[in-house]
């Protein structure tokens, strides 16, 4: 590679940066609105009472009582795997058969867990044939790992990840296309390749920044476990970001005006935002669309993520969500670099 190529790409990259410090709207949303967000859904969030609240049981016979109620979808697990859906937000509640009675696993400092643990008495105390026929106790859940914000944490990086490297990548390339500058930088002796390569380096050394921020904001403020491996962890950052980088330049290979790429881009982040389980388990969502939830690269990210930091859960064990991550990169990396538009 010539030094002209070196130079050329090293002073591409550095003109992203140059760009970014003069756009202090995205100064806000890369870093300062996570961490808002954060502080909101940690301090003074409220859920809204779900329609059907999921919850397990340990016993069949309790299953079945606890699924006749309308108000509550009920699964039958045993103690260890019904602890790990607690701890990913999956279930909202866990009834453990005990001599004489029963024994109900929850976090009583979320109100659908609260809820979850009355009707799920009600129905277990009918079932038996009077009232308060069962013995019951409560097993409250307040570990670290288990809680709302530790759920959402992860949920949150990856939705930061997608929303800067999109709107990042978008709106710089439709920008340079309106002012014409596409087709003077493709006129110079500049190869192709290195224009949008410098996007992608960029990203990568903002996100350093970006991500420290945000999870060491985490961690110093609500406690927030890191269980896996930090390296595998950052590991899965970088894919999820070169992922949305991947997506950004695709959407932004054929848009001409900052009108045209601020709503497509809208288009293919809305679902994501809705059904990727950013806020709450996107297995809540019913079976029929299952596969297209866990087939968007939003889902497999937060998937991810709150496997390696809430239950520790190594790369080998990731081998699914990391394939989807990685077809979402080459593919929609592939397709821009051949649709890329420079004028």
Not at 34 to 58: E, K, M, Q, S
Not at 100 to 114: E, H, I, L
Not at 131 to 143: P, Y
Not at 179 to 192: G, I, T, Y
Request: proline share 5%; net charge positive.
């Amino acid at each position: 590679m010539s030094n002209l190529q070196l130079s050329s790409l090293y002073q591409l990259t550095a003109t992203r940066f140059r760009l970014l410090s003069r756009e202090p709207e995205a100064i806000f949303w890369i870093f300062i609105f996570p961490i808002l967000l954060a502080v909101g859904l940690g301090i003074a969030f409220r859920n809204r009472p779900a329609d059907v609240l999921p919850v397990g049981a340990t016993t069949p016979q309790m299953v079945r009582a606890l699924a006749a109620d309308n108000g509550l979808k009920a699964a039958l697990l045993d103690e260890a795997s019904g602890a790990h859906e607690l701890a990913t937000g999956s279930i909202l509640l866990l009834a453990v058969r005990q001599p004489g009675g029963v024994a109900y696993q929850f976090d009583d400092t979320n109100p659908d867990a609260r809820i979850a643990r009355m009707v799920a008495d009600r129905d277990l105390q009918a079932a038996a044939g009077q009232r308060d026929a069962v013995h019951a106790e409560n097993r409250l859940v307040h570990e670290t790992g288990s809680r709302y914000i530790d759920f959402v944490i992860p949920g949150l990086l990856a939705m930061n990840l997608m929303g800067s490297a999109m709107w990042g990548l978008g709106f710089s390339i439709v920008e340079a296309r309106q002012k014409k500058l596409l087709k003077r930088l493709v006129a110079s002796p500049m190869p192709r390749w290195q224009y949008l390569a410098s996007f992608l380096l960029s990203r990568l050394a903002m996100l350093v920044v970006e991500v420290v921020v945000f999870l060491g904001f985490a961690r110093v403020a609500f406690g927030v476990p890191f269980r896996g491996s930090l390296i595998q962890l950052a590991l899965l950052c970088v894919l999820t970001s070169l992922v949305f980088s991947a997506l950004g330049l695709l959407v932004a290979s054929r848009a001409k005006t900052m009108e045209a790429v601020s709503g497509l881009m809208n288009l293919v982040m809305l679902p994501m935002w809705i059904l990727s389980g950013v806020f709450f388990s996107a297995a809540r969502f019913p079976a029929v669309i299952q596969p297209f939830v866990r087939a968007l690269p939003l889902t497999a990210a937060i998937d991810a993520m709150r496997a390696n930091m809430l239950q520790g859960t190594g790369m080998a064990h990731l081998l699914a969500p990391v394939a989807i991550l990685l077809a979402w990169f080459v593919l929609p990396f592939a397709v821009s670099l051949r649709i890329f538009r420079w004028r």
